[in-house]
């Protein structure tokens, strides 16, 4: 560990292993130093509950993995990536036992909203279709690390992104897809009046109508399984069971590249108070599973879905995100679920089930939601507790010591609300340098944010070339 590595990666993740990963296929030596006994971070698969369930206790859906421009150009399929596609990407149940569903098809979508909204909801995407591949390129990219290849479709996208989602649902007329845009915008855990919350809600409607919402086969663990092997191939090398506390614990390297929150990177690499202005957000309560059959929903269409939202109007999602992100649990918490063992059966015993669950909860909540959470499910799907063979609960103290980016609970490594669900850590043209000319942060705390899409690492990886490379000169 005494020669000179041109960089050294803290934290295994996905933007980190897919940061080291580009910069070894580039040539230059690589080390990573992560400090849990696993790769993956926040996509990673254990047996959480009983032998032969194999959960994700983060990430389980991934329609910005599948699309991830960065992803695209690895071999990631030779190292045992296989995308699973659910019949539905994801339903949206109501009372009265139907549901609105995401589907790949724009016309099942919109028939799903009912004859009121089905032309609102066609005219929303219509301009995008066909073109998910390089607008996702192009935002993801940004800021400034690359022109975009489609201005004029990027500007629209702005246009029509930038402002609150509560704006743009008041294009529908009915609760259906009022309720199923806002649940959409509810993935990143902001309050749904926030600025370019629309932008998210398109960007998860875009990703399914384009590639679908996939689960890796075997779970998310897979991806990072995948990153990892493909960069011992290229010669990188992993270290586990390491964590770095100060640059001192490193490997003399020319670049220092920091997959960990802004607090913990400025901490460790001496920078003050650089990124004491940067905001944590609110948290989950996440439930796994172990269930002796699939979940009764009442609606069919929530059984053939990889994905489930739950929450029955737009009005109470956003009462459950502003309870969460202000402080006060939500009585009657917004649930996101999934059913990876739906489409992949070898993730239980024969029959068997996982199924994967959270609302939101304040940072740093230490009660137990447990019994909010059953009861929602129950509401659609009556019966579900009588399938329980065992559960694991996580809320925001075991989610932070799960791993350290979630400050507080955190699960987006920092809030996803104002200027900061796009300029993060800071307001800055190069948000992956700090002061430290050798330190480099590719975290989720970075754009494009939050998800197992490795783009933060990808761009954060091109700073660091450009450096490495300038070195030479
Ligand atoms: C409950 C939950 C559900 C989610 N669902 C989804 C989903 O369905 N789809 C999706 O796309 N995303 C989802 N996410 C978000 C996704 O997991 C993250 O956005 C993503 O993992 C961020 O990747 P990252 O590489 O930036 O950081 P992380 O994945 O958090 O990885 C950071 C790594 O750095 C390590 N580390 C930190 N500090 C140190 C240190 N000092 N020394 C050494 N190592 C260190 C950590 O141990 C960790 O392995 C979910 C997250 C959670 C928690």
Known sequence: MTSMLDAVVVGAGPNGLTAAVELSR??????????????????RTEELTLPGFRHDPCSAVHPLGAGSPVFKTMPLDRHGLEWLHPALPMAHPWDDGTAAVLSRSVAETAASFGPRDAGTYRRLVA????????LSADFMQLPLTALPRDPVTLARFGLAGVPPSTWL?????????????????????????GFATSAVGLVFALAA???????????????????????????????????????????????????????????????????????????????????????????????????VQIGPTAGE??????????????????????QPSLVDPGRAPEGKHVFWV?????????????????????????????????RATAGPPELAE???????????????????LVLRPKLS????????????????????????HGMSGHNAAKAVWRRLRALVR
């Not at 390491?242 to 390297?253: C, G, H, I, S, T």
């Open 26 to 43: 580039r040539g230059f030596s690589v080390a990573v130093f992560e400090a849990k006994s696993t790769v993956g971070g926040g996509a």
């Open 127 to 134: 301009p995008f279709l066909g073109r998910w591949d390089t």
């Open 169 to 193: 649902t008041r294009r529908f007329r009915d609760e259906k897809a009022r309720a199923l845009f806002a649940g959409l915008v509810g993935h990143v855990i902001a309050p749904l009046d």
């Open 209 to 307: 109508h384009a590639g679908g919402w996939p689960l890796p086969r075997g779970g998310s663990q897979s991806i990072s399984d995948a990153l990892a092997a493909y960069l011992k191939e290229l010669g990188g090398a992993v270290h586990t069971d390491y964590e770095v506390k100060r640059l001192d614990d490193l490997p003399p390297a020319r670049a220092y590249v920091f997959d960990t929150s802004p607090t913990a990177l400025a901490r460790i690499a001496g920078l003050g108070g650089h990124y004491d202005s940067y905001r944590y957000g609110a948290s989950a309560f996440k439930i796994d599973y172990a269930l002796s059959g699939p979940v009764p929903w009442t609606a069919e269409a929530a059984r053939r879905a990889g994905t």
């Open 317 to 338: 999602i956003g009462t459950a995100l502003r309870q969460a992100s202000s402080g006060t649990a939500p009585d009657t918490p917004f649930l996101i679920a999934a």
């Open 358 to 390: 959270y609302g939101h909860v304040p940072n740093g909540w230490r009660g137990d939601l447990t019994d909010a959470i059953e009861r929602q499910i129950e509401r659609f799907a009556p019966g579900f507790r009588d399938l329980v063979l065992a």
């Open 402 to 420: 799960r791993n350290a980016n979630y400050v507080g609970g955190d699960i987006a490594c920092g809030a996803a609300r104002g200027l900061q």
């Open 429 to 452: 043209l190069f948000p992956y340098s700090t002061p430290h000319p050798a330190v480099f942060l590719c975290s989720s705390a970075t754009p494009p944010g939050p998800g197992v």
